[in-house]
Each structure stands twice: as C-alpha cells, then as structure tokens.
C-alpha cells in the first residue's frame, strides 16, 4: 500500500459526459501528480500541482482540468468524454517538487462506451 | 519537449538469462528514476540516480546513469519469474517524463 488512495477505482461512462476522479496523497506529501495510462501509449505525465499550484503540464487535453485543494487532495475533472479517453489514470504524490520519490496510487480505470 | 525514449519495448527472456533496457532523454536531466510495474499493478518506485556516471546496485539489478546524464539502463542478472513486468525510467527536467517502458517476461 502506497499510502495514495484514489477513487473511484473503476469507472463507466457515456461519451459525452464528464466525470470526476479523486486523489488522496500520502500523508505530509505535497505534490500531486496525474498520469494517463493507455493500453499502446505507456504513462502519459498530465498535470503536477505542488501546494495547491499548478507546477508542471504535460500532455493534459483542453477537455481535461485538475486542481489540488487546500487539504492537498486533488481531482481530475474529464468532460466531454470521448471513446479514447478509456484509460487507467494514475495518481501519485511526493514529498517535494521535484527529485523526490513519486508513490502512485492503484489507479482509477475509466471506460467510455 | 522533453521527450524521453526507452528501448526496447517488448523483452521475453528464458529464465537465468539477463536483460537490459535502455533509457534515452533528448535533453540534459537532473536525476532519472526507474520503476516497476507488475501485471495489473501500479508502478511503483525502484531507485533514483543523480550523478553523472552514477552506478547502483539492488541484487541482481544493476542501474547506470550516463556521463552526459542524458541517458541511462538497467540490467538483470540471471533473470527470475519473479522479475516479469513493465519496467519505467522516468526523466527529470523541469517535469518527469515516463519512458514507454519495456515488458519483460521470463520463461520458467
């Protein structure tokens, strides 16, 4: 057990719609991290916030929104879903803002139909 | 970008063979760091190298990191079942950027 907690762990949808993943990160960690999984693209990093401000962006899609709140729990917002959005999405947290060791989570699988 | 390459994709081994995956950033990096990923698991964090030329070792797994810091591998010693999965380097500039990975899996 990493100490990150995601929910929900499995998610099914409807293109078109929007969904809301949740993040807890381990006690005393700063930064959060979103990472997108896919079956032929490895992890994709999306977005980091550390200390509730966004820090780094990486291939998130306009579609896409996250943010960390003042208790360091982060979400990621998906909305206008489409099919290729079916992925698992990892979450993960560490200490600092960079060169720190990341702890990810297990993971919310979402499946568009 | 940042893009950060990793070779190569697939690797199936015999048991007691050895297995090396290579990691290639197209920029200069900070650290890399490599993890492990179990069928149906989660990644989950293996080692860090930081310095240039920077060699660590965990048992059977040797991790090296390049001169120029640019790229670094990982290789297994005589290979176990245990050893199967995806294997991630991950490189860090002014954010982390995954490798591809590279799925081994062993052959009893």
């Known amino acids: 057990d990493s100490g990150v907690t995601q929910t929900p762990k499995h998610l099914i949808t409807a293109t078109g719609q929007r969904v809301t993943l949740r993040c807890s990160p381990r006690?005393?960690?700063?930064?959060v991290y979103w990472y997108q999984q896919s079956l032929d693209q490895g992890l994709q990093f999306l977005i980091q916030?550390?200390?509730?401000?966004?820090?780094a962006k990486g291939n998130i899609l306009e579609r896409f929104s996250a943010q960390q709140f003042p208790d360091l729990h982060s979400e990621l917002n998906l909305s206008s879903l489409e099919l290729g959005d079916s992925a698992l999405y990892f979450c993960?947290?560490?200490?600092?803002?960079?060169?720190?060791?990341?702890?990810f989570g297990e993971g919310s699988w979402l499946t568009v139909v | 970008g940042q893009q950060v390459m990793q070779i190569p994709q697939y690797q199936h081994v015999q048991e007691g063979e050895d297995f090396t995956t290579y990691c290639n950033s197209s920029?200069?990096?900070?650290?890399i760091q490599w993890y492990k990923q179990r069928p149906g698991g989660h990644p989950v964090f293996l080692i860090q190298?930081?310095?240039?030329?920077e060699v660590k070792k965990q048992k059977r797994l040797t991790f090296q990191f390049g001169e120029a810091k640019k790229n670094s591998s990982l290789h297994i010693t005589a290979t176990q079942t245990t050893d199967v999965g995806t294997y991630f380097c991950?490189?860090?500039?002014?954010?982390?950027?995954f490798g591809a990975g590279t799925r081994l899996t062993v052959k009893p």
């Open positions: 190298l930081v310095k240039s030329g």
């Open positions: 920029t200069t990096l900070s650290n």
């Open positions: 993960a947290s560490a200490v600092g803002s960079s060169g720190n060791t990341i702890y």
């Open positions: 916030y550390y200390n509730g401000e966004e820090r």
């Open positions: 991950a490189g860090r500039n002014n954010d982390m950027r």
């Open positions: 006690s005393g960690d700063l930064s």
